[in-house]
């Protein structure tokens, strides 16, 4: 069924080298796009558990690493295979 493989997928992300619940694709930064984009994929998940960005380019990370300081989550940048992605755990702190 739909459920359990979903579930599956999660526990295969979970049980990786550096454990999230969710994947992100960000591209490009196009004002305010990518910011609403985080935000969105952040509010599909809860509060500790993390989010893996993977970008188009390293101005999408550096734009999303203040973004995700300005809220008050917490950010990972991490080379995996030659390419840097951003893993950013969700804080309860409610900061806009």
Do not use: W
């Amino acid at each position: 069924s739909y459920n359990k493989r979903l579930h599956e997928k999660k526990l295969i992300m979970m049980n990786s080298t550096y454990p999230h619940v969710r994947i992100a694709h960000i591209k490009h930064v196009v004002c305010p796009l990518h910011i609403l984009a985080l935000k969105k994929e952040l509010d599909e998940i809860e509060v500790f558990e993390t989010l893996r960005v993977i970008p188009g380019d390293l101005s999408v990370i550096a734009e999303l690493t203040a973004t995700c300081h300005s809220l008050g989550h917490q950010s990972q940048i991490i080379d995996n295979a030659g390419q840097q992605e951003l893993y950013v755990t969700k804080s309860n702190r409610t900061t806009t």
